[in-house]
């Protein structure tokens, strides 16, 4: 066990530490929640975790610009990922006139 | 300072999950990029703080309340049977998730030997994008042609007849 101090001011554990809980709190967010909308703010979440860790090894690695321009290669796709599931969401919406997950059970047995 | 944008992040993402208005649940998802932001910039990446807060607090959140709005849908439909094992089986997956991941980050020995290198001065535009065009071009025309598809297949999605 190491002391938290070092932790509270910002070390890489402590970077890592809240990019862990961001991510365990979007997936709490996408498995408790039954709305479309709401589950796919609990992806963007996991997937800005997922920067945040990308982004503390690469400061402790020497802030190496690979990342940096990974980054913005993640934000790239991220944004075509937001434009196709909210037009999902809309075409869902089209179909059903619902937003609830639970009620687009089309394909179930 | 560390502390602070650790919290505001974290305390948005909590109430992305337990606020009841979807409208008021994409504010504090404005909040919880705001943080990210912070935090970059302590990580002294500003260009990925300014990156963060134009393309998530500023387009894609715009998005997400765009279709809120459009589809008038601020309130939670209510539930057409209640599922509790499912609301209870995702706390605890949560809660032990994050017990897990809290132990592994404090006991690593690999993290506590890491000492940070040092380095120059914060991340600047130049390197980026100098790195990009040097070494990334195929992957940088490649993301341009993805926007290009995205663009056309979010219209082809929700078109009614083409």
Redesign the interface.
């Given at each position: 066990?190491?002391s938290l101090t070092p932790?509270?001011?910002?070390?890489?554990?402590?970077?890592?530490?809240?990019a862990?809980?961001?991510?365990?709190?979007?997936?709490?967010?996408v498995?408790?929640?039954?709305?479309v909308?709401?589950q796919?703010?609990?992806v963007?979440?996991m997937l800005?975790a997922a920067?945040?860790a990308l982004?503390?090894f690469?400061?402790?690695?020497?802030?190496d610009?690979?990342a940096?321009?990974f980054?913005?290669?993640i934000?790239?796709?991220?944004?075509?990922e937001?434009?196709?599931g909210?037009?999902?969401?809309?075409?869902l919406?089209?179909l059903r006139q619902?937003?609830?997950s639970?009620?687009a059970d089309a394909l179930k047995l | 300072?560390?502390?602070i944008f650790?919290l505001i992040?974290?305390f948005g993402?909590?109430s992305?999950?337990f606020q009841k208005n979807?409208v008021v649940?994409?504010l504090c998802?404005v909040l919880?990029?705001f943080g990210?932001a912070g935090?970059?910039l302590?990580?002294?990446?500003p260009?990925?703080a300014a990156?963060?807060i134009i393309?998530?607090s500023g387009?894609?959140v715009v998005?997400?309340l765009f279709?809120?709005m459009?589809?008038s849908?601020h309130e939670?439909?209510p539930?057409?049977?209640t599922m509790p094992i499912?609301?209870w089986?995702?706390?605890v997956?949560?809660l032990a998730?994050?017990a897990g991941?809290?132990r592994v980050?404090?006991?690593?020995g690999f993290?506590?030997a890491?000492k940070?290198?040092?380095?120059?001065g914060?991340?600047n535009l130049n390197?980026?994008g100098v790195?990009?065009f040097r070494?990334?071009l195929v992957?940088f025309e490649v993301?341009g042609l993805?926007?290009l598809a995205?663009?056309i297949?979010?219209?082809a999605?929700?078109k009614?007849d083409l």
């Open positions: 066990m190491t932790i509270l001011q910002g070390n890489l554990q402590g970077y890592i530490l809240v862990l809980l961001l991510f365990v709190i979007g997936l709490f967010v498995l408790s929640r039954r709305t909308l709401i796919f703010m609990g963007e979440l800005n920067n945040v982004l503390a690469a400061r402790a690695r020497g802030n610009v690979q940096t321009v980054y913005l290669f934000i790239a796709v991220a944004a075509c937001a434009a196709v909210l037009a999902l969401v809309v075409g919406f089209r619902t937003t609830d639970d009620r | 300072m560390f502390a650790a992040t974290l993402a909590l992305v999950a979807l649940a994409g998802m919880t990029f990210v935090l970059y302590l990580l002294s990446n260009v990925a990156l963060q393309v998530y387009a894609i998005l997400v279709v809120i459009l589809l849908a939670e439909e539930a057409g049977r499912q609301r089986g995702s706390a997956v949560a998730l994050a991941a809290v980050v404090l006991t690593s993290m506590q890491m940070p290198l040092k380095i120059q914060p991340m390197l980026v790195e990009l070494g990334h992957a993301a993805l926007l995205t663009m297949g979010a219209v999605l929700v009614k």
